[in-house]
């Protein structure tokens, strides 16, 4: 995948067990936050960062989804323990992850990536972090999502 490549669709649960469809939200800019895992340190980090910087992912109008290969239980109780305001998608068998290029050299994880979509369903931006200690910055995200719909 790469910029400007048409987003492949897909559907994947929620932490609550209900579906959720990338087709369904062309038509606004998506952003599709990979993370290693539920609970590890870096991505709780970087959730509870836009947890916390919320207000400034609001006003740019954008979906923002969390996605990790781990289950949806414990999805759901991830997000209830840190007050998520964003929806976590579990990718159990790792096809959103392989479709997007974001695996990890872990097997069975996904690499930190972030990829914005805009509303035309193409991908404006694609950032794989090689090591997944580091996190990118709320800033970094909020200038993808303004650039997307620029």
């Known amino acids: 995948m790469k910029v400007g490549d048409k987003a492949p669709d897909f559907t994947l649960k929620d932490g609550e067990g209900k579906n959720w469809k990338l087709s369904a939200h062309f038509g606004e800019v998506v952003v599709l936050l990979f993370y290693p895992g539920d609970y590890t340190p870096v991505c709780t980090k970087q959730l509870c960062s836009v947890r916390d910087n919320w207000d400034d992912y609001l006003q740019t109008g954008a979906t923002v989804i969390g996605i990790s290969t781990d289950s949806v239980e414990s999805h ?25 290029g974001v695996g990890s050299w872990i097997p069975g994880r996904s690499a930190r990536a972030v990829i914005v979509i805009d509303e035309t369903g193409k991908i404006k931006y694609h950032q794989i972090q090689s090591l997944g200690i580091f996190r990118p910055s709320d800033k970094e995200v909020i200038d993808a999502i303004l650039d997307a719909k620029a």
């Open 76 to 100: 759901g109780k991830f997000s209830a323990k840190f007050d998520f305001p964003f929806a976590l998608l579990s990718d159990e068998k790792g096809e959103v992850v392989a479709n997007y």
